[in-house]
């Protein structure tokens, strides 16, 4: 169950620009643009999702920005590459304005996904730009265990660990959460870190 437009009009605040890791089908970016984010770079590591959204969404422009390919419509950009390397590469680009909220929803989930957890090195990439005023929200917290042994998408990471490394960007991080699921099923199950809510 992807985040709702709804839920991001609650955490917008003043953030124009957002950021997300894993397209996939490109919910998401549905519910972006229906929340009014002016911008939108979404990242997707699976060739065949990526190709798939171009075609959801219609996108005809195609080029390569910062080594990535990328479709384009408008002020929406679907790249494709690795989520950490891609934030690497965008937040070097970037001045620091705070202007962004971050989607972090890029992992393993279905075969037919990219076989990959990146969470925490995607958190690593946002530490190292030395950017500490951006909104991050990590989704499906609840998956942040070990105890977690997806086929082929184990993690070796735990929720604490998520949340030091939240921190590690800002410490004046405040930490709030939501529920997800199509009944809100999954309590406080998306942690929004926010210097001021
Ligand atoms: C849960 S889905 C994303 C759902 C989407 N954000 C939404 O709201 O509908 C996770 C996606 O992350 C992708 N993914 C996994 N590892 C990745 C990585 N290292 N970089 C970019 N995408 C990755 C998978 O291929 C999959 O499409």
Same mark, same amino acid.
């Given at each position: 169950?992807?985040?709702?437009?709804?839920?991001?009009?609650?955490?917008? $605040?003043?953030?124009?620009?957002? !950021?997300?890791? =894993?397209?996939?089908?490109?919910?998401?970016?549905?519910?972006?643009?229906?929340? *009014?984010?002016?911008?939108?770079?979404?990242?997707?590591?699976?060739?065949?999702?990526?190709?798939?959204?171009? *075609?959801?969404?219609?996108?005809?422009?195609?080029?390569?920005? $910062? =080594?990535?390919?990328?479709?384009?419509? =408008?002020?929406?950009?679907?790249?494709? *590459?690795?989520?950490?390397?891609?934030?690497?590469?965008?937040?070097?680009?970037?001045?620091?304005? $705070?202007?962004?909220?971050?989607?972090?929803? +890029?992992?393993?989930?279905?075969?037919?996904?990219?076989?990959?957890?990146?969470?925490?090195?995607?958190? +690593?990439?946002?530490?190292?730009? *030395?950017?500490?005023?951006?909104?991050?929200?990590?989704?499906?917290?609840?998956?942040?265990?070990?105890?977690?042994?997806?086929?082929? =998408? +184990?993690?070796?990471?735990?929720?604490?660990?998520?949340?030091?490394?939240?921190?590690?960007?800002?410490? +004046?991080?405040?930490?709030?959460?939501?529920?997800?699921?199509?009944? $809100?099923?999954?309590?406080?199950?998306?942690?929004?870190?926010? !210097?001021?809510?």
């Amino acid at each position: 169950m992807p985040i709702s437009k709804e839920q991001l009009l609650s955490i917008k $605040g003043d953030k124009r620009v957002f !950021v997300e890791t =894993g397209t996939s089908t490109g919910a998401g970016v549905h519910a972006a643009l229906d929340a *009014g984010f002016e911008v939108i770079n979404t990242v997707e590591a699976s060739q065949e999702y990526f190709n798939g959204v171009l *075609g959801a969404f219609g996108v005809s422009m195609r080029s390569t920005i $910062g =080594g990535f390919p990328c479709g384009i419509k =408008g002020l929406t950009f679907f790249h494709h *590459g690795d989520s950490a390397e891609f934030l690497k590469w965008f937040l070097s680009q970037l001045p620091d304005s $705070g202007c962004i909220l971050f989607f972090l929803d +890029a992992h393993f989930s279905k075969e037919d996904s990219h076989n990959d957890n990146p969470l925490l090195r995607e958190l +690593a990439a946002i530490k190292e730009s *030395g950017q500490r005023n951006h909104t991050i929200v990590v989704d499906d917290m609840r998956l942040w265990t070990r105890k977690n042994t997806w086929e082929g =998408g +184990a993690i070796d990471f735990e929720n604490e660990d998520v949340i030091k490394a939240v921190l590690a960007i800002n410490p +004046a991080y405040q930490l709030s959460f939501l529920d997800s699921g199509e009944r $809100g099923e999954h309590k406080d199950d998306i942690l929004v870190a926010r !210097v001021q809510p």
